[in-house]
Antibody
């Protein structure tokens, strides 16, 4: 069955960077795109962007352009998302989602908690 | 950017009752690109409906989606205990996603 396994909890200081991984199995990774969504404490879901493993196309939410980098490694079926210059309001649960379409999220990872605190 | 407004914010119902959740878009949405998710604390979001009215794989038929203009509705015909959760609508347009703020379905 399809599984997305994300990397573990991270605690970072303001100004640092974090790189979250999302390893897919049970599907042909190169035929899917990966979307990244986050949820801050007590808040709703926020879309961060999408990357295609098929052709490398990337769409970033305007809010995160220049501070977030999304990549994929088809040899290990893993997607990555790096957030730089972390702030306290980046504290959130970060989710990856895989889908054959850019329009919605078909399968979801379990989430990675990133806490930014001095 | 299209804004999705969900109502009500909280729905208090009993198991067996019918739940009707609304999602209103600030402008026209391509219905093919409207989805609904169920989200429980500590769990990953779960795709319920895509294309406004198509159930995702493995989703029970008590969940249904419909649309009327810029209004989208998720209906749960008879609430099961496992259905109490937060529900989000989401649209894709102009190369970005937007989510509604969510409707919490809680036990009355």
């Amino acid at each position: 069955q399809v599984q997305l396994v994300q990397s573990g909890t991270e605690v970072k200081k303001p100004g640092a960077s974090v790189k979250v991984s999302c390893k897919g199995s049970g599907y042909t990774f190169s035929n899917y795109g990966t979307t990244w969504v986050r949820q801050a404490p007590g808040q709703g879901l926020e879309w961060m962007g999408w990357i295609s493993a098929l052709n490398g196309k990337i769409i970033y939410a305007r809010k995160f352009e220049g501070r977030v980098t999304m990549t994929t490694d088809t040899s290990t079926s893993t997607a990555y998302m790096e957030v730089r210059s972390l702030r306290s309001d980046d504290t959130a649960l970060y989710y990856c989602s895989a889908s054959t379409t850019v329009a919605w999220g078909q399968y979801w990872g379990q989430g990675t908690l990133v806490t930014v605190s001095s | 950017e299209i804004v999705l407004t969900q109502s009500p914010g909280t729905l208090s119902l009993s198991p067996g009752e019918r739940a009707t959740l609304s999602c209103r878009a600030s402008q026209s949405v391509t219905s093919s690109y409207l989805a609904w998710y169920q989200h429980k604390p500590g769990q990953a979001p779960r795709l319920l409906i895509y294309g406004a009215s198509n159930r995702a794989t493995g989703i029970p038929d008590r969940f249904s989606g419909s649309e009327s203009g810029t209004d989208f509705t998720l209906t749960i015909s008879r609430l099961e205990p496992e259905d109490f959760a937060v529900y989000y609508c989401q649209q894709y347009g102009s190369s970005l996603w937007t989510f509604g703020q969510g409707t919490k379905v809680e036990v009355k």
